[in-house]
């Protein structure tokens, strides 16, 4: 292996055998060995699921790698393979190094040993020696930071307790490759920024770290490269702010689509140059560029919320561009109006609407409200409709987020009707960002002055 590559996984594959009965698994262990001795071709009781098909990858010292799918993909599977918990069937795995790994709550600790106790076995295990364990141990101890916590047994520790005694053996151990299936997850938000502001210390150290998370900007902003797995096979490898698009446009697309948004992967995967492949209308004409740019029609939350109807009924809430038709594929920079429409169905005194922006993480970005804070739309009566558009220029960064709006009456915080996450948008990449996050606050170029 080459001296600069820290994992190499070649043509690495997990097989297991389904049993419908635990008759047919008594049958598969007495009947072949009986079939094979007669001379008969041996006949099997099982079905094959193949939780990992022919995946290769190497991982180069100091990188980063993102392993991105969706529920059931392989990806634990083809970590717990990399640490050595899980024999593969087929292929093979090598890494150079001390592999450190946070994979299962709580795995590798023994529920009726304290905390430091369970501390010296995990450093132990990971080939720690005794004296090192022990000049390691206040930074460790430091690092969780679970107080008396750390002299009471595993079992009466909460989820994110667990959580921080992990990650404080695996991470501040120095590990050559590190491997975290999700478990940064379970945290609470100034303990993940901890652990974040670690890996980075670690990479910046040359240690090697795969990561799968289902948070898209986690694995754009740490990730040097991220692998795309779909039903235990690796279908893309790449940039990971393509990957994390790709990724997306999947899940997010409609069934009969996958199939053929699969095959455009693979092909890209090998380096094929192929468009994407367009829809056909209901007429059979294939719709225009502008058209396919613009609205993608698997760009359909599943978490949309409707508030009871209590005097008004909100009927559509749309993303609308300069034209007023409808998108849901943005341009930076451009301008674009969420549009609420519906009626009243009972007087009110005064209202007031508005509209938010999320995050896939549920965060709120921004949002807008009219009229303005303390001011009311008066004289409400029933049987009125409504339109009102709230305009606004695009200046998020590209990523996936969410819309929704309602309207709300004098005797706050009575809703009289609202939305949540009722539509979902995509904001494309700019030819050339300098800027990160969520929103771009840059109005020109920054002013440099040198002494």
């Known amino acids: 292996m080459s001296s600069d590559v820290s994992i190499r996984i070649e043509h690495l594959s997990k097989c297991y055998q389904i049993y419908d009965s635990p008759r047919d698994r008594l049958k598969q262990f007495l009947l072949p060995r009986l079939q094979s001795f007669l001379g008969q071709k041996p006949r099997h009781h099982f079905r094959e699921f193949w939780a990992l098909k022919d995946v290769s990858l190497e991982i180069k010292k100091g990188e980063t790698v993102g392993i ?36 299962e709550l709580g795995s590798g600790f023994n529920p009726e040993f304290t905390g430091r106790e369970n501390v010296y076995l995990n450093a132990a295990i990971l080939g720690l020696t005794q004296d090192e364990i022990e000049a390691r141990f206040d930074e460790i101890a430091a690092f969780a930071d679970i107080g008396d916590f750390l002299e009471q047994p595993i079992k009466n520790y909460s989820s994110g307790m667990v959580v921080r005694l992990a990650f404080a053996v695996q991470a501040m151990i120095d590990p050559d490759i590190l491997v975290v299936d999700e478990a940064l997850a379970v945290g609470d938000e100034k ?3 901890k652990c974040f502001a670690r890996l980075e210390e670690l990479k910046a150290r040359g240690t090697s770290i795969l990561l799968v998370s289902h948070s898209a900007p986690t694995i754009i902003e740490l990730c040097d490269r991220a692998l795309l797995l779909e ?34 992967y693979c092909a890209m995967d090998r380096g094929a140059k192929i468009a994407h492949a367009r829809d056909q209308t209901d007429d059979g004409e294939e719709p225009t560029q502008a058209a396919l740019a613009s609205f993608d029609p698997g760009l359909v939350p599943e978490t949309t919320i409707v508030y009871p109807v209590q005097g008004a009924e909100i009927l559509s809430l749309s993303m609308l561009d300069e034209g007023y038709r409808a998108v849901n594929i943005l341009q930076p920079k451009e301008i674009y109006f969420i549009e609420i429409a519906g009626r009243f169905l009972k007087d ?24 303005e804070e303390g001011a009311y739309v008066e004289n409400i009566r029933a049987g009125a409709d409504f ?28 809703c009289a009707h609202r939305i949540m996450d009722a539509l979902m948008f995509r904001v494309s990449q700019a030819e050339k960002q300098n800027s990160f996050g969520y ?11 040198l002494g």
């Open 68 to 103: 991105i799918g969706r529920n059931g993909s392989g990806k634990s599977t083809l970590l717990q393979m990399i640490c050595g918990t899980l024999n593969p069937s087929f292929g093979k795995v090598q890494s150079d190094g001390r592999v450190a790994a946070l994979l």
């Open 191 to 193: 303990f993940q920024r």
């Open 387 to 414: 339109r009102i558009r709230f305009p606004f220029r695009m200046s998020l960064l590209s990523g996936a987020y969410f819309a929704g709006g309602g309207v709300w009456s004098i005797e706050e915080p009575n």
């Open 348 to 371: 009110f005194a005064g209202i007031y609407f508005g509209v938010h922006i999320r995050s896939i993480s549920g965060a709120v970005i921004t949002g807008q409200r009219y009229p």
């Open 439 to 449: 929103v771009s606050l840059a109005s020109g170029t920054p002013h440099l002055q």
């Open 231 to 264: 039903s235990g096979v690796r279908i893309l490898h790449g940039n990971p702010r393509d990957v994390v698009n790709s990724y997306q446009r999947l899940i997010y697309a409609p069934p009969e689509q996958h199939s053929k948004l699969i095959q455009e």
